[in-house]
């Protein structure tokens, strides 16, 4: 099994590259993780709190409808994953590609992948194993936010595509919706206390509280993407890049400018914070479909 894996994944890979294989996932060592490589494999290392998130998390019917618009038909080609966590992508849309790389740095995440279909991969996605130009297809979902070199790690996914390959991203929070101002970020401040007393939102106890929030480097106000970082960030390394804000709850009408509605709260952080909340500028995250020309 060993032998035919590291055949499938052989020839995209960089020489001089040293791995591991333990039955389930390729290693590539990580000699000094970060604070966040840290946190988000402590996080999705957990059983219980990947598996939720793996059920709960990006499985919705409109999620699935717009991811199915901005990649089509995936079918016998090479697709990237990077931070697939325990493969939420793979399972919503499901289909037949050629290769499926799934990328995390939590093990318990890369073994749910696993037997859902990935090769799992566990990597530094700021410094990825692999060879340039070889993919048809890479996506990022809710994973910029999570590395502190967005930039960086935008520029290694944009690295691994071949001429005529997709580059999708989405889910990250879009920096002027969350750069809230006033009374807004006291609001904000104040969500740890705001989370215990109406039950911790997603997370069930104070610990995955913690550590759900930690993982989330770039969430919070000052800090985001923005319509000029995808650009700024692609354009130059020989991408089209198209922008779409949206607040979640839209399918493929994203990709004709429609944004929906967002939730009250952040109407009134907006507010607060003396912007519009029905502008693009106020929309709750970015989806980015650049293709490598």
Not at 16 to 41: C, L, Q
Not at 103 to 117: C, M, N
């Amino acid at each position: 099994m060993e032998t035919v894996l590291e055949n499938i994944i052989g020839p995209y890979i960089k020489a001089g590259e040293n791995f591991t294989f333990n039955g389930t996932y390729f290693e590539f060592p990580i000699d000094k993780p970060s604070e966040a490589i840290k946190s988000n494999a402590y996080y999705f290392n957990n059983p219980e709190w990947a598996e939720e998130y793996l059920i709960y998390c990006h499985r919705s019917p409109s999620f699935k409808s717009r991811w199915a618009k901005a990649i089509g038909n995936w079918d016998n080609k090479i697709v990237v994953d990077i931070g697939c966590g325990p493969g939420n992508i793979y399972a919503t849309l499901s289909g037949k590609p050629k290769l499926l790389l799934g990328i995390d740095v939590a093990p318990k995440s890369l073994e749910f992948a696993k037997d859902l279909g990935y090769t799992s991969v566990l990597a530094d996605a700021t410094n990825l194993p692999f060879i340039s130009g070889f993919a048809d297809i890479v996506v990022l979902n809710a994973a910029l936010h999570h590395c502190e070199d967005m930039e960086l790690v935008l520029k290694e996914a944009a690295r691994l595509l071949k001429p005529g390959g997709i580059l999708v991203t989405d889910h990250d929070p879009q920096l002027s919706a969350w750069d809230y101002k006033g009374a807004a970020k006291l609001l904000w401040n104040s969500r740890k206390l705001i989370y215990r007393l109406t039950g911790r939102g997603f997370h069930k106890t104070t610990s995955q509280q913690y550590w759900g929030l930690a993982c989330e480097i770039h969430h919070k106000p000052g800090h985001g993407v923005s319509n000029t970082f995808f650009k700024e960030t692609l354009e130059p390394l020989g991408f089209k890049v198209n922008v779409y804000p949206h607040n979640h709850e839209l399918g493929e009408e994203v990709l004709e400018g429609k944004k929906g509605k967002p939730e009250f709260k952040y109407q009134l952080g907006n507010l607060l914070s003396g912007r519009n909340p029905f502008a693009d500028a106020s929309a709750l995250s970015l989806m980015c479909l650049a293709q490598k020309l």
